[in-house]
């Protein structure tokens, strides 16, 4: 659902906080694939940029839509540190079976070949 700033009062709280939700959720991957797009051109393009302004505009647009917001003001740098903490040790609770597991990758060419 795209939300511009006529048609965000026709929305619910439900609509409103499933918007945010979303949103947020959306900017994970592009975030941590490109450094909070602070990555070089190789791995953070002008689509990233574009795709981060409208997930962003989202944002902003279900905060001020939202008759009571108890959502802390959207601030990416600290979203990213979050994901990229959770990242980082999300190992932390996997056994090393589940490591490998994560990561298998087998081919089929005449002998049967895995890596993790």
Known sequence: MYVDSTSSSDLNQ???SAL???STLAL???LIDTSNLTAGS???SDVDRE???FLESQIAHSASASAASTEPQWNR???YDEISDAK???LDLLTMTE???RDYKQWNDEVTIGIS
Do not use: L, M, Y
Request: glycine share 0%; aromatic share 8%; net charge negative.
């Open 14 to 16: 439900e609509d409103i």
């Open 20 to 22: 945010r939700q979303v």
């Open 28 to 30: 994970a991957p592009i």
């Open 42 to 44: 190789e791995k953070c």
């Open 51 to 53: 795709a981060v302004s």
């Open 77 to 79: 740098n600290k979203f």
């Open 88 to 90: 980082t040790n999300s």
């Open 99 to 101: 490591i490998f597991d």
